[in-house]
């Protein structure tokens, strides 16, 4: 049984102010983030699932796939346990596990690898870019899908 809990941010000095310069609530602390894998994964019937959920990772999280005897043996398979304990959902598939993950294609693992970097190290799923035409500098989404799509 999962739970989802939500989380008030604390205030941290003075509420953020708008541009028209009146008080805004504190955004609540997200521990549940959306994101459409590059490729997908396929299931043991061929379906590809792309769209998932991944959450905040605690210290556990990262602590249990130490005594991993897989991770002791190769500690490259330690980004293999950790992502298979946070992600909760990848399309309908929300029996995760290290088995799920190992069946990934390579750039969907990349993927997860920098979609959890950015979830738990800067909070969020945007990336500051530039056009490469107009030299414009923008945000994206990563958890939308990959740049380009729609």
Do not use: K, W
Request: hydrophobic share 35%.
């Amino acid at each position: 049984m999962r739970r989802t809990v939500q989380f008030q941010a604390p205030e941290r000095g003075a509420e953020r102010e708008s541009r028209q310069g009146e008080a805004r609530q504190p955004e609540p602390l997200r521990t549940e983030f959306g994101f459409e894998l590059p490729r997908g994964y396929v299931d043991e019937s061929g379906t590809v699932h792309r769209s998932g959920v991944m959450r905040l990772a605690t210290a556990r999280d990262e602590l249990v796939p130490l005594r991993d005897d897989r991770v002791r043996e190769n500690s490259a398979y330690l980004s293999v346990v950790l992502i298979s304990r946070v992600v909760t959902r990848i399309g309908t598939v929300e029996d995760i596990h290290p088995g799920v993950i190992e069946d990934l294609f390579a750039s969907d693992l990349a993927f997860l690898q920098d979609f959890y970097r950015r979830i738990n190290a800067e909070g969020h799923t945007r990336a500051a870019v530039n056009c490469p035409s107009c030299h414009e500098e923008f945000t994206v989404d990563l958890a939308g899908g990959r740049l380009g799509e729609s």
